[in-house]
């Protein structure tokens, strides 16, 4: 490990098919900051299981999501890709920092309100804990950036929070981690309801594209997507009273690297026809060249796991010394 570089450190939930907006608003970026940076890269698998799931899909999805880090472009030579329930300290560190979090400090996240919200049946005390689990996952690792999606910043805040806290009563322990979130063109929003995240777990799909969907399928709701029903037809950039069309503009600029500016210049004057078809053509080269390589992995789990075994045991060595370091402050023996 390179000691000079800054430590990075991210993660998705395998709760489900990562889609488009996973790949515009957050890995993407993280493919940007694998030359730069000591990239930590994991899948939540334990953040999974704080919503009802079904084994086998959730064994499915673990690898499916591997393959999709490497098919994107995420390279394992540079990278530490692990599963989080392969590194057992997070679960350790996890208890600590709960003792060093207040009860009303989870109960005011959005994000729990909203997930108790819609699961009324199950509001277990792991969906309550859940943004302790990530600060364990991010202060195991001496983190100093956090690259997340806007819906993420609530917890990143309280990871800090919590990391001063234990730092007031032990001396410098945590690293306090810093944010690191992408531009306004990197929140890609819900094809149908652009005043909402498109979200992997959206019970409406038409709503979402999927990275392994079939292109005929995401053709289809390309040409549903709404663009915007009360100003004129143009095609520019407005987050405000132009949603849809701003949500679009976003995945084309993500999937090509090109300006929004210049994507207004090259559409000025044409239709919204028009610009869905070639926003279709768009998608579809890099869905074809992504799932090809995505196949290619997926087929190999023997590779797979030799990838996630060669992760978890880098990742151990530094969660380690941080578990140590944290027992002996606290006083354990
Ligand atoms: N909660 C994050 C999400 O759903 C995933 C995650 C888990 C994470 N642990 C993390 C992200 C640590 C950043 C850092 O998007």
């Keep these: 490990m390179n000691v000079l570089k800054k430590i990075v450190f991210s993660a998705i939930q395998p709760s489900g098919q990562l889609t488009i907006g996973n790949y515009v608003g957050v890995i993407r970026q993280w493919i ?48 530490i890709i692990f599963l989080q329930s392969h590194v057992h300290q997070h679960a350790q560190l996890n208890w600590f920092l709960n003792c060093y979090t207040y ?7 959005t994000q729990f309100k909203n997930k108790s919200k819609r699961s009324i049946k199950n509001i277990n005390s792991g969906l309550l804990n859940y943004p302790v689990l990530m600060a364990s996952d991010i202060l195991l690792y001496d983190t100093n950036v ?72 995401i053709s289809k709701k390309i040409a549903l997507a709404v663009t915007d029903s009360n100003s004129p037809p143009s095609i520019h950039y407005d987050i405000i009273n132009k949603k849809g069309i701003s949500n679009l503009l976003n995945i084309f600029s993500g999937l090509t690297d ?56 880098k990742a151990c060595i530094k969660a380690d010394t941080m578990l140590k370091k944290v027992k002996s402050a606290i006083g354990l023996i």
């Design 32 to 79: 940007k900051m694998q030359n730069s940076y000591t990239c930590f890269y994991c899948i939540a698998d334990l953040h999974a299981i704080t919503i009802r799931h079904v084994s086998s899909e959730l064994r499915k999805n673990i690898l499916d999501t591997v393959s999709l880090y490497l098919a994107c472009g995420i390279n394992p030579r540079k990278n």
């Design 103 to 109: 009860c009303g400090e989870l109960s005011r996240m």
């Design 146 to 217: 956090v690259p997340i999606g806007h819906d993420q910043i609530q917890h990143l805040e309280l990871t800090r929070n919590i990391a001063r806290r234990f730092n007031s009563c032990y001396g410098n322990i945590f690293t306090i981690p810093d944010k690191y979130v992408f531009g306004r063109n990197c929140n890609i929003l819900s094809l149908l309801d652009p005043d909402k995240k498109m979200s992997k777990s959206d019970s409406n799909r038409n709503n979402v594209i999927f990275l392994l969907e079939s292109i005929d399928s």
């Design 258 to 313: 090109r300006t929004i500016s210049n994507l207004e210049l090259e559409f000025s004057g044409k239709s919204y026809q028009d610009f869905k078809s070639d926003i279709i053509e768009v998608i579809s080269d890099f869905i074809k060249n992504l799932q090809s390589s995505y196949f290619y992995y997926r087929k190999n789990e023997d590779y797979l796991k030799k990838i996630l075994n060669d992760g978890a045991f």
